[in-house]
């Protein structure tokens, strides 16, 4: 075990603590591969690469063991699944984004409710154009998806002096600031909220998940935000909606992603658009590292790894 590859994104010598024992090698989404595949035991997938990177060795690693994302989400990853073994462990990155996407959140729904996209182009040409806005202070905010990135945005709205926060994820629960409703409870309590925050992975239970259906139960008036992925939500028929002007947006996922230069969502009334960057902020490399070398640890321990989000050969956790 201790002498198998492992594959980092992250040069080795810049990681602080890294265990003794296995040979690094560093790659990064690169053409050519630093050493055979077949010998690598624990891969970290390269970070916000194009499609299809992250999985081009995956055929090739006979020999791996675990598979880790230093993303929260890990369906880009999982079509290489099937190439693998069983027993392979797939990771997530939590606790490595829930500090940048939950303040990406927080600045989405002030900057879509305070109308900053709309003095910023007042400024660029020079006018001064004040006016009423909505504040975030005694609104409902509803966040679908609470897990800890749901649960690191909602500590951060905790100060704006809210109304209410529910909060929805795929089973009910309870935690120290009240209930988790189960999913099947989204349409009595979409009409109540004033911002709706997606921060749900994407699952086939999920996608598509905001459709025509769930939009319609929105209020008038009502702002959606996506941190989760562009594919939990139907494009089509938010356009529909944004562009009749009932109600509006602020996305960091989109699907298409990247958003070609034409699509409508650019011009869309009252949508905010930003390029995935709920993740990619200077709290990123010091999380991931203590994320990489606490896994290794365990690998190298022989001990079960954290954040498994499914083994290979066996039902998903």
């Known amino acids: 075990m201790t002498t198998a590859d492992v594959w980092l994104p992250i040069p080795p010598d810049e990681i602080e603590g890294l265990p003794e024992g296995p040979r690094y090698r560093h790659w990064d989404g690169a053409d050519e591969f630093p050493a055979d595949p077949a010998d690598c035991g624990f891969y970290v997938v390269p970070y916000m690469k194009p499609p299809g990177v992250g999985i081009r060795p995956l055929p090739l690693m006979r020999s791996v063991r675990v598979v880790q994302t230093l993303s929260a989400g ?3 990853v999982e079509s290489g699944l099937k190439d693998l073994p069983a027993g392979v462990r797939l990771c997530n990155a939590r606790g490595v984004h829930e500090a940048s996407t939950a303040e990406l959140t927080l600045a989405l729904i002030l900057a879509s409710l305070r109308g900053i996209p709309d003095f910023v182009r007042a400024q660029d040409r020079g006018e001064w154009r004040g006016g009423f806005r909505p504040a975030l202070a005694d609104r409902n905010v509803l966040i679908v998806g609470y897990g800890s990135i749901g649960a690191a945005i909602e500590d951060r709205l905790v100060p704006f ?3 209410r926060v529910a909060r929805v994820a795929r089973s009910a629960r309870t935690t120290e600031r009240g209930p988790v409703h189960p999913l099947t409870e989204l349409p009595a309590l979409l009409p109540e909220a004033d911002v ?8 086939e239970t999920t996608r598509h998940l905001v459709d025509a259906g769930f939009l319609a139960r929105m209020k008038d008036g009502a702002l959606l935000v996506n941190v989760a992925r562009g594919g939990v939500v139907d494009t ?4 529909t909606e944004v562009e009749s002007g009932r109600i509006t947006a602020a996305l960091d996922v989109t699907d298409p992603e990247p958003l070609p230069s034409e699509h409508p969502l650019w011009r869309a009334p009252g949508v905010l658009v930003t390029p995935h960057v709920g993740g990619p902020t200077s709290a990123f490399r010091p999380r991931a590292e203590r994320l990489l070398v606490n896994q290794l640890r365990r690998y190298l ?3 079960e790894p954290g954040n498994v989000v499914l083994v290979t050969g066996a039902e998903a956790r």
């Open 301 to 303: 321990n022989q001990e």
């Open 161 to 163: 002096e809210l109304a």
């Open 196 to 203: 709706v925050v997606l921060s749900t992975p994407l699952t």
């Open 74 to 76: 890990t369906d880009h």
């Open 236 to 239: 089509k028929a938010l356009l």
